[in-house]
């Protein structure tokens, strides 16, 4: 080889060279840039999930009453009526009702309401009456989750908390009369698909109901409560 | 024949020597510029998950009140802490708090580098932080007495 030639090879090896470098600190760059997503994303998981499971606590401590100075701020899909809201500004949650439940928990009034659903007479479980007489637990429900979800409708995510019965081996979604506990009324189970980023927690529910018998004779029926969050754009899209 | 372009044996590796030398400062300043990143990335995922051992451990009843708090704050809540080699505070808002306070609310528990130090936006301006915010039942004063009503607890964990 001529010395030319060996001074042109020898540039052409420092070229080859750098383009290796310029490839491997390509492929740092993009496991860089990638690294740590995952965990993030499993901790923010496991933080939501966290809240969802800490407000199913919650409610089992919280006083109803304390609940009464919950408004739905004008905002539609939290008034009773969201076309009333929208129409004539008529924008009317009823938190202020629950001013007279005191001593009364959140849990223990929905299950008040819920001791008279009877699923084989395709009764309303949450109609805020328990037979004949008032018992608000689903306007209960609405007021508590309006609160304790307000960071994640703040941030952009639906949620919805929904009631299931177990009869043998299946569950039957308990019917919510009117509006229901979210703040996207297009949704009416956390069973709907709501794309991949839905997540969904489950916690077992007891009611006694009692019969008129002299002593009365108390039976244990078993729900499901279920909350639900996921990101508002994705209901529509998977809907 | 005359060698025309010949400098000499180590003359003719010169212009290779630029690319060689440039290659090899640049592979090594990415790898150390990864290094850091890694570890910051890696400290931060670690803090993180530090902030949410102590989340479950500070909801795991679903109820807080001031004065109840302090067996879980020295039991379970410092050991935590120092086992994840973070410091923390705890801050519980009642319902009369306004929640837009990032900082308001009773501090309940807390491990600082100083005594008595106040836990606030300027305290935490320099450090690395992380920040939960879960709602929880608590005590709240209302006209007609002590009545338990939703308010929401801060956990914030932070380096030295």
Same mark, same amino acid.
């Given at each position: +080889?001529?010395?030319?030639?060996?001074?042109?090879?020898?540039?052409?090896? =420092?070229?080859?060279?750098?383009?290796?470098?310029?490839?491997?600190?390509?492929?740092?760059?993009?496991?860089?840039?990638?690294? !740590?997503? +995952?965990?993030?994303?499993?901790?923010?998981?496991?933080?939501?999930?966290?809240?969802?499971?800490?407000?199913?606590?919650?409610?089992?401590?919280?006083?109803?009453?304390?609940?009464?100075?919950?408004?739905?701020?004008?905002?539609?899909?939290?008034?009773?009526?969201?076309?009333?809201?929208?129409?004539? =500004?008529?924008?009317?949650? !009823?938190?202020?009702?629950? &001013?007279?439940?005191?001593?009364?928990?959140?849990?223990?009034?929905?299950?008040?309401? +819920?001791?008279?659903?009877?699923?084989?007479?395709? !009764? #309303? !479980?949450?109609?805020? #009456?328990?037979?004949?007489?008032?018992?608000?637990?689903?306007?209960?429900?609405?007021?508590?989750?309006?609160?304790?979800?307000?960071?994640?409708?703040?941030?952009?995510?639906?949620? +919805?908390?929904?009631?299931?019965?177990?009869?043998?081996?299946?569950?039957?979604?308990?019917?919510?009369?009117?509006?229901?506990?979210?703040?996207?009324?297009?949704?009416?189970?956390?069973?709907?698909?709501?794309?991949?980023?839905?997540?969904?927690?489950?916690?077992?529910?007891?009611?006694?109901?009692?019969?008129?018998? &002299?002593?009365?004779?108390?039976?244990?029926?078993?729900?499901?409560?279920?909350?639900?969050?996921?990101? #508002?754009?994705?209901?529509?899209?998977?809907? | 024949?005359?060698?025309?372009?010949?400098?000499?044996?180590?003359?003719?590796?010169?212009? *290779?020597?630029?690319?060689?030398?440039?290659?090899?400062?640049?592979?090594?300043?990415?790898?150390?510029?990864? /290094?850091?990143?890694?570890?910051?990335?890696?400290?931060?995922?670690?803090?993180?998950?530090?902030?949410?051992?102590?989340?479950?451990?500070?909801?795991?009843?679903?109820?807080?009140?001031?004065?109840?708090?302090?067996?879980? @704050?020295?039991?379970?809540?410092?050991? *935590?802490? %120092? %086992?994840?080699?973070?410091?923390?505070?705890?801050?519980?808002?009642? @319902?009369?708090?306004?929640?837009?306070?990032?900082?308001?609310?009773?501090?309940?528990?807390?491990?600082?580098?100083?005594?008595?130090? /106040?836990?606030? *936006?300027?305290?935490?301006? %320099?450090?690395?932080? *992380?920040?939960?915010?879960?709602?929880?039942?608590?005590? @709240?004063?209302?006209?007609?007495?002590?009545?338990?009503?939703?308010?929401?607890?801060?956990?914030?964990?932070?380096?030295?």
């Amino acid at each position: +080889m001529s010395n030319a030639r060996h001074a042109q090879a020898s540039l052409f090896d =420092g070229i080859t060279f750098l383009t290796l470098v310029m490839t491997s600190i390509a492929i740092i760059f993009v496991s860089l840039s990638g690294y !740590g997503s +995952m965990q993030n994303s499993v901790i923010n998981r496991a933080h939501v999930t966290n809240y969802l499971q800490n407000s199913f606590k919650t409610i089992y401590y919280v006083d109803a009453a304390a609940l009464s100075s919950v408004t739905c701020n004008d905002e539609p899909y939290y008034c009773n009526s969201e076309s009333d809201c929208r129409s004539s =500004g008529n924008c009317v949650m !009823g938190c202020e009702e629950l &001013s007279t439940w005191t001593g009364l928990s959140v849990a223990e009034l929905i299950k008040r309401d +819920m001791r008279d659903y009877d699923q084989a007479s395709n !009764g #309303t !479980g949450l109609d805020d #009456t328990f037979g004949l007489s008032r018992a608000p637990g689903k306007l209960a429900a609405r007021c508590a989750f309006k609160e304790v979800f307000q960071p994640f409708s703040t941030a952009g995510y639906s949620y +919805m908390v929904d009631f299931k019965k177990i009869v043998g081996s299946s569950a039957a979604q308990v019917p919510q009369a009117g509006m229901r506990i979210t703040n996207n009324q297009q949704v009416t189970s956390c069973d709907q698909e709501m794309g991949k980023e839905k997540l969904v927690v489950n916690a077992p529910f007891k009611v006694f109901k009692c019969n008129k018998a &002299s002593p009365p004779q108390c039976e244990g029926q078993d729900f499901i409560m279920t909350a639900c969050v996921w990101p #508002t754009r994705e209901t529509t899209a998977s809907s | 024949m005359a060698r025309r372009g010949f400098i000499g044996p180590i003359g003719d590796d010169i212009p *290779s020597i630029f690319p060689l030398m440039a290659g090899i400062i640049l592979f090594i300043a990415t790898l150390i510029y990864a /290094n850091d990143e890694f570890n910051a990335k890696n400290s931060a995922i670690n803090l993180r998950k530090a902030g949410l051992d102590m989340a479950y451990i500070v909801v795991e009843k679903g109820y807080v009140n001031q004065g109840g708090f302090d067996e879980t @704050c020295e039991d379970l809540l410092k050991p *935590s802490a %120092k %086992k994840n080699n973070v410091f923390f505070a705890v801050m519980l808002r009642d @319902c009369t708090t306004d929640p837009s306070e990032s900082f308001a609310g009773t501090e309940i528990c807390s491990l600082t580098q100083e005594e008595n130090a /106040n836990i606030n *936006s300027e305290y935490l301006t %320099k450090k690395q932080t *992380s920040i939960y915010n879960y709602p929880i039942a608590t005590d @709240c004063e209302t006209p007609s007495g002590t009545r338990t009503g939703l308010g929401s607890v801060s956990i914030i964990t932070w380096y030295r």
